[in-house]
């Protein structure tokens, strides 16, 4: 069975802080996908992964092909940060979904 | 661009109403989703589509029937309302080729509430 689990699932952290989530997944999942989801429920695209690492402002994303794992880094983060956070799978069709990482950064 | 319109944003329906949702992209994307979100969980797929004229089911397809007549239309429709479909619903697209990698966009997301 394809599946994607994120960790943690909640973290709190305070401004400036280097921050860091984690996606494991199984096989048979082409591409890693990181989306952020805002409180008032939008969902945005950050990045798409099938090797390597991405970077966009204070974003970086990495994936280890061997180990089936990728993770989300924040760095010096701020409170507008604060977010779900989410990666799924792309296999085929459809993508599969983690359960998300709510990220509370405060002042 | 508009990329990903979904109408309406907000509705309240009786138990037993029926009513249709709508999702419309302008990128020629061949692949199309829908999903609800639940207060507190994640993303659930209800149907897809991997092109004009085709549907599929997803995880959670009961009381939902979808279409998709024109490529950049898919329609989400419930048939008879239930306070189990209360829900925020998100239609998603992306580009066909190579599509595992494509990159995902999201509507809004229509807020739906059944009394």
């Known amino acids: 069975k394809n599946e994607v689990e994120q960790s943690p699932q909640n973290l709190t952290a305070q401004e400036g802080e280097f921050i860091t989530i984690n996606c494991s997944y199984s096989v048979g999942i082409s591409a890693l996908h990181w989306l952020q989801q805002h409180p008032g429920g939008g969902i945005v695209s950050l990045f798409m992964l099938s090797s390597g690492k991405k970077k966009h402002g204070r974003l970086i994303a990495t994936i280890n092909i061997q180990e089936k794992h990728s993770s989300l880094h924040i760095t010096a983060s701020h409170p507008r940060d604060s977010a779900v956070y989410i990666c799924?799978?792309?296999?085929?069709?459809?993508?599969?979904w983690g359960a998300g990482t709510k990220l509370i950064i405060k002042p | 661009n508009a990329g990903v319109t979904q109408t309406p944003k907000f509705r309240v329906l009786k138990t037993g109403q029926s009513m249709t949702l709508l999702c419309a992209q302008d990128m020629n994307h061949e692949y199309m989703y829908w999903y609800r979100q639940d207060p507190g969980m994640g993303l659930r797929l209800i149907h897809y589509?991997?092109?004009?004229?085709?549907?599929a089911k997803g995880e959670v397809p009961d009381g939902y029937n979808v279409s998709r007549l024109k490529k950049q239309n898919f329609l989400l429709g419930l048939e008879s309302a239930a306070p189990s479909q209360t829900s925020v619903y998100f239609c998603?697209?992306?580009?066909?080729?190579?599509?595992?990698?494509?990159?995902?966009?999201f509507g809004e997301g229509s807020w739906l509430t059944v009394v």
């Open positions: 589509s991997v092109g004009e004229g085709t549907t």
């Open positions: 799924a799978g792309g296999s085929n069709y459809q993508l599969i």
């Open positions: 998603a697209s992306r580009a066909g080729t190579g599509s595992s990698g494509n990159t995902i966009y």
